[in-house]
């Protein structure tokens, strides 16, 4: 099959490129639009390293083929806080000790935004069910956990409403 | 912010100057963790020079075989398959990681020559425009096999006309200035076990370890303009990994660059030299830059994993609980290749008896090759198994007598001043006070004298 057009929104902004169909998102996110925070760990969607955001959902993006979502939007971690600043929960995985290699850190974060963005206050059930897809090997789960938790609370003192990303990024 | 610390207990640092105390017990910020959460730690695998080539290896589908011949016609055939190296394009084909520190002999090849001694072993390298048709390529890879007897026991790798594994040593075990294993020899168990009221003896044994990295093992070579290569490799020892590729290449040091430090998961699983040297030798032939990067399967079957170890300990012990006898014999399975599984050895033998003063000691420690996975590095190595076999041991021992197993330790911990049985006065020896602080931690009652126990005297014993 010949290769096409496809168009994605990627952080809110349209874009097009060239894609063989097959070709995975993540493939098209690393290689084709530079966007290199999503990570292949495994490619066979086992470890969850490549987790981004399509229509504010967590996919495994080494497991998409881009053509099934053209037209759709996806987030990266890349898109999460702009001009240096952390949202929430980045400044709360920072102060939790929750990365060490940071390798699972993009996907960790953003099973984290769908799922504080879909519920201001989960529990730590919860949480530890958004992140059983996600394979951590260095930190341990437990500070992933509290940091999410802590990165909820502080998201509410915030006052910041779900369903939408963080409109005034907290500066660190 | 969350504190998972209990305030620290200072007094056992009490001669300490207290402004040596600034970490521990306070937050420091990770210097990288920025990076991390943002997304723009750069790994190796995120630099994505133009002209990229992609490097996929054929691997031994046998434990233990002869190559007969391999056909890369239908490989090359493949389109964008631009290249396969085979050992004739390795300058030094042969090697050993460890022969910076004059280790050898160099007993294993970076593309297979003759024979293959483990499943997964590389043989050839399949070099393409795409990682698709590097893919395609290394399946399409013939090699004429003529099967080996193989061994994957360490006790029958040593056991008479078990098949050799690697020629390059001459025999199934790793030789330590002259001797078959690492011993330790002090004071005369065989007596002990004479003297003693009880003799107690029991096996361990572990499986093999893989370390997992959530990255896997990989690099990405780039040829430079004044004939350099930089090397982008999530390798756990840059200087290591960049002197040994030197060595494979026989080019000097400074041809070569390495841009590391960015390792996503180790854990000792990226110390061996296993993917830079044939990138490197692609990235030359072809002038442009190559990857090379495990699949995760790859990573499972070939990145080496945490010896396997089998562990045989006899104890000559006392009605009080005295152990006055301790014999070790333990095995660790190199694998096909030594790596640093020799080093491993000696470190479990530097580590026995266990931190406990036992009056006669008595250990072989053998470093066997067999046709599996070659072992290497992982967190602690030749040490952890080592402590889980004494430390079940000691359990073990304590149930026999029906003992309170912290106080079987604390009778038998060694003490500031002790002569171990490497002929080594033991000093800053702290296990009682840990043994007692962890009693105290999890309300494990003690009598008042092993409550008053010291690492700093032998009184009260
Ligand atoms: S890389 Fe996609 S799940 Fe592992
Ligand atoms: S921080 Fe290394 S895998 Fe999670």
Redesign the pocket.
């Known amino acids: 099959m010949p290769s096409q057009i496809v168009s994605l929104v990627v952080n809110g902004e349209p874009r097009e490129f060239i894609a063989r169909p097959g070709t995975t998102l993540?493939t098209i996110l690393r290689e084709s639009l530079g966007l290199t925070a999503a990570?292949?760990?495994?490619?066979?969607?086992?470890?969850?390293?490549?987790?981004v955001l399509v229509d504010d959902r967590p996919a495994?993006?080494?497991?998409v083929a881009v053509e099934t979502v053209a037209d759709h939007s996806v987030r990266t971690l890349e898109g999460v806080a702009s001009d240096g600043n952390l949202d929430e929960v980045q400044s709360s995985f920072v102060d939790n000790f929750a990365t060490q290699c940071g390798f699972c850190t993009a996907?960790m974060i953003m099973v984290a935004e769908a799922l504080l963005d879909r519920d201001p206050d989960p529990s730590e059930e919860d949480v530890i069910e958004a992140i059983s897809?996600n394979?951590c090997r260095c930190t341990g789960y437990r500070p992933i956990v509290i940091a999410i938790l802590d990165a909820a609370r502080r998201r509410r003192e915030a006052g910041v409403e779900p369903g939408r990303p963080a409109e005034e990024a907290v500066s660190r | 912010m969350t504190y998972r610390l209990a305030p620290i207990d200072k007094r056992p640092f009490a001669a300490e100057r207290e402004d040596d105390f600034t970490v521990i017990g306070s937050v420091v910020q990770r210097s990288d963790a920025r990076g991390h959460v943002t997304g723009r730690t750069e790994f190796f695998e995120d630099v994505a020079p133009p002209g990229l080539l992609h490097l996929k290896m054929h691997r031994s589908a046998r434990h233990h075989a002869r190559i007969r011949g391999v056909d890369l016609t239908a490989a090359l055939a493949v389109p964008g398959v631009t290249r396969i190296l085979t050992h004739a394009d390795i300058p030094n084909n042969l090697y050993t990681p460890l022969k910076l520190i004059g280790v050898g002999p160099d007993d294993e090849p970076i593309l297979a020559v003759d024979k293959v001694r483990y499943l997964g072993e590389p043989i050839c390298a399949v070099v393409a425009e795409s990682e698709a048709a590097a893919l395609e390529g290394a399946a399409r890879v013939r090699v004429d096999y003529e099967d080996l007897p193989a061994v994957f026991d360490v006790e029958e790798a040593l056991a008479e006309g078990a098949p050799l594994v690697n020629e390059y040593h001459g025999q199934n075990f790793f030789k330590y200035e002259g001797h078959h294993c690492r011993r330790i020899r002090f004071g005369d168990v065989e007596k002990a076990f004479g003297q003693a009221d009880h003799v107690f003896e029991w096996r361990y044994e572990s499986a093999p370890i893989e370390q997992a990295p959530t990255e896997t093992t990989g690099c990405v070579v780039v040829p430079q303009a004044d004939g350099r290569l930089r090397i982008h490799s999530d390798t756990q020892a840059c200087f290591f990994t960049l002197d040994n590729t030197a060595l494979i290449l026989e080019v000097p040091f400074n041809r070569l660059r390495i841009v590391g430090g960015t390792v996503g998961g180790g854990f000792g699983g990226k110390v061996d030299v296993t993917v830079e040297p044939v990138a490197c030798v692609a990235a030359m032939v072809t002038d442009r830059p190559v990857k090379f990067v495990y699949d995760?399967d790859e990573e499972m079957q070939v990145s080496s994993p945490r010896a396997a170890e089998r562990i045989y300990i006899k104890d000559a012990v006392m009605d009080d609980g005295r152990i006055i006898g301790r014999k070790v014999t333990l095995y660790v399975d190199s694998g096909a290749y030594a790596r640093h599984t020799p080093y491993g050895t000696t470190k479990a033998a530097a580590h026995l008896p266990g931190p406990y003063s036992i009056p006669n000691v008595w250990a072989d420690c053998h470093c066997v090759f067999t046709n599996r996975t070659p072992s290497s590095a992982m967190r602690g190595f030749g040490v952890t198994i080592g402590d889980f076999a004494l430390e079940s041991q000691m359990d073990r021992v304590a149930r026999a007598l029906s003992m309170d197993p912290l106080r079987l330790r604390l009778l038998n911990a060694y003490r500031d001043g002790d002569l171990k049985a490497h002929r080594k006065v033991a000093e800053g020896t702290a296990l009682v006070e840990v043994i007692q602080k962890t009693a105290e931690l999890v309300g494990h009652e003690l009598p008042e004298a092993y409550r008053r126990m010291s690492s700093t005297t032998r009184e009260g014993l």
């Open positions: 993540l990570k292949r760990g495994c490619a066979q969607g086992s470890c969850g390293t490549c987790t495994t993006a080494c497991l996907g897809g394979v | 995760r």
